[in-house]
């Protein structure tokens, strides 16, 4: 079983930053992949940038986010991040991390408890 807690989420103007993170814990495979995901308020979950763990760090951001939003990882820590730059107030959304065992396809394994983010005008 893994546990993922997400941190970092408020409320901020449009322009701002914000960092989330997410700390895994319990029996991480030695290679998977983390993810990043949204959803707003009447819209269904979309996909927002993943990771790679174990292995290459290749990372793959969804059209939406891409140049505003960088995901990255600490290996000691067990921690990736979101930092999310030039927001936007369509970024308000409760902002999840997951975590995917299959490091090539398929669904999503667990899933953290969310931190919302919302971007005022």
């Known amino acids: 079983q893994v546990q993922l807690v997400e941190s970092g989420g408020g409320l901020v103007q449009a322009g701002a930053s914000l960092r989330l993170s997410c700390t895994a814990s319990?029996?991480?495979?030695?290679?998977?992949?983390m993810g990043w995901f949204r959803q707003a308020p009447g819209k269904e979950r979309e996909f927002v940038a993943r990771?790679?763990?174990?292995?290459?760090?290749?990372?793959y951001y969804a059209d939406s986010v891409k140049g505003r939003f960088t995901i990255s990882k600490d290996n000691v820590k067990n921690t990736a991040y979101l930092q999310m730059n030039s927001l936007k107030p369509e970024d308000t959304a409760v902002y999840y991390c997951?975590?995917?065992?299959?490091?090539?396809?398929?669904?999503?394994?667990?899933w953290g408890q969310g931190t919302q983010v919302t971007v005022s005008s």
């Open positions: 997951a975590v995917r065992n299959n490091v090539y396809s398929g669904e999503y394994d667990y």
């Open positions: 319990g029996r991480t495979a030695s290679r998977y992949v």
């Open positions: 990771i790679n763990w174990g292995g290459s760090s290749i990372t």
